[in-house]
């Protein structure tokens, strides 16, 4: 885990401890959509396997997950978002997220929706291109 003084992975301009660091201690949930997705992020940037399968739609979700040490994920692009707001049921949002790998940077490109459930926002599924 991140220091609460260090910049947050989603790269918001706010410090960790007031940013997504919040959201991963938990019970809070995420308000909108985007900033479940920022939360998501940074939840990979730093290992928190727990947090990404809490915020996993309880039909979409895997039994068992592993993020693969060798990538570092270093930036997110938010590219778009359609509703997903605080008085909203279900929203998407278009990110891009970069990353460093042993044999150079890349690019993770996807189209996620989000839904709620139990009145909190969760991930639902997304379209990777």
Known sequence: MLDSSSRCPCLS???YGECCGPLHAGPSPAS???RLMRSR???F????LAY?????HSSTRPSDLSLDDDLRWTRLDILG???GGMLDNEGTVEFEAHYRA???PGSQRENSRFVRESGAWV???????
């Open 123 to 129: 991930y639902l599924d997304g379209v990777v291109g």
């Open 52 to 56: 990404l399968l809490a915020t996993w």
């Open 45 to 48: 940037a730093v290992g928190d």
């Open 41 to 43: 992020f940074s939840a």
């Open 81 to 83: 978002r359609t509703r």
């Open 32 to 34: 909108t959509a985007e």
């Open 102 to 104: 042993p044999d150079g």
């Open 13 to 15: 301009a706010l410090p």
